[in-house]
């Protein structure tokens, strides 16, 4: 049984910075590709950012250059370091894994791809 814990979120103003962390208890998290998503209300879920088990990322491009993600694999934790955050931001984040290996480069960006979601945590950005 694969579990994942999201933690980190909270309420900031906007130009702060926030680093969220994720917890992937049970399977084999080296090989996972590991995901942020995030879901603002009335909105679709939609990719953050990604890291694939050789350290590949991918970045959504309304966001490229406030974010980044890494891994720990001796820790079975992914973080998402996010800065100058603006209001936009406000969202619940989720923390998801993929099970499967990607090569190349290529990273999936639809929630579909992946197996394993944590509860979320609430990111809300004032101005």
């Known amino acids: 049984q694969v579990h994942v814990m999201e933690s980190g979120g909270g309420m900031v103003q906007a130009g702060d910075s926030l680093r969220l962390s994720c917890l992937v208890s049970?399977?084999?998290?080296?090989?996972?590709?590991m995901a942020w998503f995030r879901q603002a209300p009335g909105k679709q879920r939609e990719l953050v950012a990604a890291v694939t088990s050789d350290g590949s990322t991918k970045y959504a491009d309304s966001m490229k250059g406030r974010l980044t993600i890494s891994r720990d694999n001796g820790k079975n934790t992914v973080y998402l370091q996010m800065n100058n955050l603006e209001p936009d931001h406000t969202a619940t984040y989720y923390c998801?894994?993929?099970?499967?290996?990607?090569?190349?480069?290529?990273?999936?960006?639809?929630?579909?791809?992946?197996?394993?979601w944590g509860q979320g945590t609430q990111v809300t950005v004032s101005s």
């Open positions: 998801a894994a993929d099970r499967h290996r990607y090569s190349g480069g290529w990273i999936p960006t639809t929630s579909s791809a992946y197996e394993y």
């Open positions: 049970g399977g084999i998290f080296s090989g996972y590709t």
